[in-house]
């Protein structure tokens, strides 16, 4: 079961279909304008064109498997505690450094740093379930040992 919110759903399925509906067609395309061009064994564009068929498929298959496991989460059900949990927004001060950060914890699946959107899997957000606003966490990262001020804990992002 893996548990995401309702917007990185419904962005998992909108992914899927443009896999589905546009790139798989555009290859398939590919595929046969290149087979009619004559010898397979030398022919660089149908390799090719194969390769990227096998690299699409893969992907709409994982696509598929994530959905088929996949769990929506009820924000409206997510406030019954003030820890750090799936779907909060948290605000974070690195103590050693002064430098202050904003994340949401999400599922791997919607993870983007960038956005402000780290894995629940990550050292970090791992660390930081179950904590309150006001604690301290020492998180161990490939760099060395992090310490994090928890500033705030907003339930359900």
Do not use: C, W
């Amino acid at each position: 079961m893996e548990y995401m919110s309702q917007e990185g759903y419904d962005r998992l399925v909108a992914e899927l279909r443009q896999l589905e509906r546009v790139e798989l067609p555009k290859v398939i395309e590919a595929i046969a304008e290149a087979r009619d061009k004559g010898d397979l064994s030398e022919n660089f564009e149908y390799h090719a064109a194969k390769r990227e068929q096998g690299r699409l498929l893969s992907r709409i298959r994982f696509k598929q498997r994530v959905l088929a496991h996949a769990q929506v989460i009820d924000r409206a059900r997510l406030g019954g505690s003030d820890g750090v949990q799936l779907l909060s927004r948290v605000e974070l001060t690195n103590v050693d450094n002064g430098m202050r950060m904003s994340y949401v914890i999400v599922s791997p699946h919607e993870a983007n740093v960038q956005e402000g959107r780290m894995s629940i899997k990550s050292p970090i957000a791992h660390a930081l379930l179950g904590k309150k606003a006001g604690e301290n966490v020492k998180v161990r990262v490939p760099s060395g040992v992090l310490t994090l001020h928890i500033d705030a804990v907003e339930a359900g992002g």
